[in-house]
């Protein structure tokens, strides 16, 4: 999901700006926050392992209640009603949350 988007992102649109949380299967199924700045997608600088419950190999698949909260430059992001990932950052000030496919 993108937040704090200028409401520009889609293939359409590649000067596209904001963060980007998201699972990262190719970082060891991590959860990522980056910034994609004029559409070009930077590392990720906030990571965390996901909560995955011992002997469940679904969890990455099944659906998820996520919960991005930003005041100012302080972002919280639940998954499950667990704080995952509590930061802050200031890079875009301001914007709307979109989804990724």
């Not at 930077?42 to 995955?52: E, G, L, R």
Request: with cysteine; glycine share 12%; charged share 15%.
């Amino acid at each position: 999901m993108y937040y704090r988007s200028d409401g520009k992102a889609g293939s359409s649109n590649p000067g596209f700006s904001g963060y980007c949380f998201q699972s990262d299967p190719g970082l060891d199924n991590k959860l990522v926050v980056g910034k994609v700045t004029n559409g070009l997608e930077a590392s990720p600088f906030q990571t965390v392992s996901m909560p995955i419950p011992p002997g469940n190999t679904r969890w990455v698949h099944a659906p998820h209640d996520i919960s991005v909260a930003i005041k100012g430059d302080h972002h919280v992001i639940s998954v499950g009603g667990v704080v995952v990932l509590d930061f802050h950052d200031s890079a875009f000030p301001s914007g709307m949350a979109e989804l990724r496919g």
